[in-house]
């Protein structure tokens, strides 16, 4: 059974940087748009950032000139980059396939605090 496995979060202060990575067996990275979300205690799933097969990527206002999105077809994983952290993007960030995900995998915490 093919599944996402969500690393790289933890603590850090207001204006760290993390970098999380994605990984899955097979293909399904390779071949899929793939997005990161984020999930704050208490609000919705949001998707925050998307990279096509292609490469093309897309960002939430709120992230945008923070966040990067990449992925390594090679790797099977897709990372997010996550520079000038700010306490309002402590959430939990899972990765999946968009627009039709899987099963969601257990995610990474990520917490900005001083």
Not at 44 to 65: D, N, P, W
Not at 102 to 112: A, F, K
Request: aromatic share 8%; hydrophobic share 30%.
């Amino acid at each position: 059974q093919v599944q996402l496995v969500e690393s790289g979060g933890g603590l850090v202060q207001p204006g760290g940087s993390l970098r999380l990575s994605c990984a899955a067996s097979g293909s399904i990275i390779r071949l899929n748009t793939m997005g990161w979300h984020r999930q704050a205690p208490g609000k919705q799933r949001e998707l925050v950032a998307r990279i096509t097969s292609g490469g093309s990527t897309y960002y939430v206002g709120s992230v945008k000139g923070r966040f990067t999105i990449s992925r390594d077809n090679a790797k099977n994983t897709v990372y997010l980059q996550m520079n000038s952290l700010k306490p309002e993007d402590t959430a939990v960030y899972y990765c999946n396939i968009v627009p039709y995900p899987m099963t969601w995998g257990q995610g990474t915490q990520v917490t900005v605090t001083s």
